[in-house]
């Protein structure tokens, strides 16, 4: 079955058998980790309980020593953690429940395990703190009231605790000792499914492989073994067909091929014995003409090529048997007009050599007339490229005019700009200088204010000597302001002279730009009317351009064909030479070929 699919399905089903055994290895190896997940997960869980069993019991024995230690000291700092004791067995113990509430036999201990902290805590140690804070009240801290009675029921009560602790963890010992055993049996299944899976992956693997290169070069194998043979002459030689897939389909086609050429050489001999008889018939009479006899007949025909040609043979021979009976009665005219053609020859031969003189001597006016032609036209070509780079250049300046204007145009409008900023700067700056002429009165007011207030100041006497110093201060500042004004005032008077010379400046500047885009327009206007003239001599250029490329090609065309016509009397010469050389060969040609047709045997 294997045998009969197709290429692709056999490719396909061996790849998919591959990928479905790694795919059923990857399953097996994803469950048994997942179970193998499962069992380190239960080992925790176990650790968790045993370790909340332990803070339990470690809780119950701090309990108990804390109570001992009350009692002999009853110092009470060492019962304060008996509280914080007592809630976090409690804490334990319920988180231990919560961890063990999928075994009942857990459960049952430790829902027992409650009761018993409770009565001991309550039975136990809170009566025994009490009986020591009693003491310590009425006795003092150095007297002991523990009773043996007392110890041995805290004893009792505390060993029946530990030994229900340590029930429970025994019994989640036990439960660890079972779940790490299988932990440790899924793993080694683990290393055995990958390590046996993979080895059986890979023989599996290699069996397909194996499979498919037998199906796909078995038959390949043996078709080359058939070309081989066919290849050696072995015609008979066919492939096996060892399947139906797509190879099994070609060997079949390959031995009817086979089968067809055989067919057809075994043809191709018969049909080649059947020419060779009909060649070798041809061939008989072909000879007998050779040596000069015509009297055979031709009996091969039919609608093949061997059988036309017979029909041709036949036909020939009888067109040259009549070929040569009028051969040799037109013998004797050809020798007549011969005599007569070498006369006529000769004339024309004259004739022909003086026609050939003249062709020269017109041949080389012609080539001289040609070549001032050319000379001209290049010419012409030059003055046409220097006109039309004229153009350009003129173009190309008239644009650079026209951007240097917008330009200068620019400078003017950023000229009257900074004219109006710096007018705008004079105004301010004359603004600036009534300001200062008003600071410089209420100075000079002040100075004169403060001579009063010392005046005042000195008929006060003592009472205004600290008027005094304020009047003196307020002078000096009044003096400083007025310096400083007068300052101001000269800076603003150099500043204004300097703003009045550069609006001057900028004057002239502006007129200057004015006149230079004046002048730049003059001179635009007069390259456009130079690019006009030189635009309007570009097409008389093209006119005489092209006339003398007609005259040029004229020229040419009358050289070439005085070349030809040169060329076409000397051969005219030499054909007319030929032409006697031929006639007398021709004379003598005549008689051997009166002579040459007499050896033939024609029938009458």
């Avoid at 041949?363 to 030059?382: F, G, H, P, V």
């Avoid at 093209?542 to 007609?550: E, F, I, N, T, Y």
């Amino acid at each position: 079955m294997f045998q009969h699919l197709r290429i692709k399905s056999k490719i396909t089903l061996g790849l998919g058998a591959i990928v479905a055994i790694f795919l059923l290895l990857l399953a097996l190896a994803y469950n048994n980790l997942s179970r193998l997940s499962t069992a380190n997960e239960w080992d925790r869980h176990t650790l968790e309980v045993l370790l909340e069993t332990n803070h339990i019991s470690t809780s119950t024995l701090q309990i108990q020593a804390a109570t001992r230690g009350f009692m002999l000291t009853g110092n009470e700092l060492i019962i304060v953690p008996i509280q914080e004791e007592e809630a976090e067995a409690r804490a334990h113990l319920a988180r231990s429940r919560a961890l063990t509430v999928d075994n009942p036999h857990q459960q049952e201990r430790l829902g027992r395990l409650g009761p018993m902290l409770d009565h001991w805590i309550s039975n136990v140690i809170n009566p025994l703190i009490e009986k020591r804070r009693e003491v310590n009240r009425s006795l003092g801290v150095s007297q002991q009231v523990a009773s043996a009675n007392d110890v041995l029921n805290g004893t009792r009560a505390v060993a029946d605790i530990r030994k229900l602790i340590d029930e429970i963890a025994k019994e989640e010992t036990r439960l660890l000792a079972v779940r790490s055993k299988a932990s440790t049996e899924l793993q080694q299944t683990m290393f055995l499914l990958l390590g046996g899976g993979g080895l059986v992956c890979l023989l599996l693997a290699a069996i397909i492989g194996a499979l498919l290169t037998n199906a796909l070069l078995g038959p390949l194998n043996s078709l080359t073994r058939a070309v081989g043979r066919i290849a050696r002459g072995d015609q008979a030689a066919r492939a096996e067909v060892a399947s139906n897939d797509e190879m099994g389909k070609v060997t079949v086609e390959f031995n009817r091929m086979a089968q067809a050429i055989q067919d057809s050489q075994a043809k191709e001999l018969a049909a080649t014995n059947e020419l060779r008889a009909k060649v070798d018939a041809l061939l008989d009479v072909v000879s007998k003409a050779a040596s000069g006899d015509l009297t055979g007949s031709v009996a091969v025909g039919g609608v093949d090529a061997i059988g036309r040609l017979g029909d041709g043979l036949g036909t020939m021979f009888d067109n040259l048997r009549r070929l040569l009976n009028n051969v040799q009665k037109a013998g004797i005219q050809v020798t007549t007009s011969a005599t007569e053609i070498a006369a006529s020859a000769r004339q024309q031969e004259a004739t022909g050599i003086e026609q050939a003189q003249t062709s020269v001597e017109v041949l080389s006016t012609t080539k001289e007339i040609s070549a001032n032609t050319a000379q001209l036209l290049r010419t012409m070509e030059d003055a046409t490229a220097v006109a039309d780079y004229t153009t350009s250049a003129t173009a190309e300046a008239q644009n650079n005019l026209k951007r240097m204007d917008l330009t200068m145009q620019h400078m003017v409008s950023a000229t009257d700009s900074i004219n109006a900023k710096l007018a705008a700067l004079s105004e301010k700056a004359s603004n600036i200088n009534s300001v200062l002429i008003t600071i410089t009165k209420v100075a000079d007011q002040t100075n004169i204010l403060s001579l009063n207030a010392a005046i005042e100041a000195e008929k006060a006497g003592d009472a205004g000597r600290g008027f005094s110093v304020v009047a003196t201060e307020i002078r000096r500042l009044s003096d400083q302001t007025s310096v400083s004004a007068w300052d101001i005032d000269q800076m603003l008077k150099e500043m204004q002279s300097a703003v009045a010379a550069s609006v001057m400046g900028m004057d002239k500047f502006s007129e200057e730009v004015r006149r230079s885009v004046g002048e730049v327009r003059q001179v635009s206007n007069q390259l456009s009317s130079v690019m006009d003239q030189v635009q309007k001599l570009a097409p008389q250029f093209d006119l005489v351009l092209q006339g003398m490329q007609s005259q040029a090609v004229g020229a040419s065309q009358i050289s070439d064909t005085m070349m030809q016509l040169n060329d076409a009397t000397q051969q005219t010469v030499e054909s007319l030479k030929a032409t006697s050389e031929a006639v007398y060969q021709l004379q003598y040609a005549a008689s051997d070929l009166q002579s040459s047709v007499a050896t033939f045997a024609v029938n009458s």
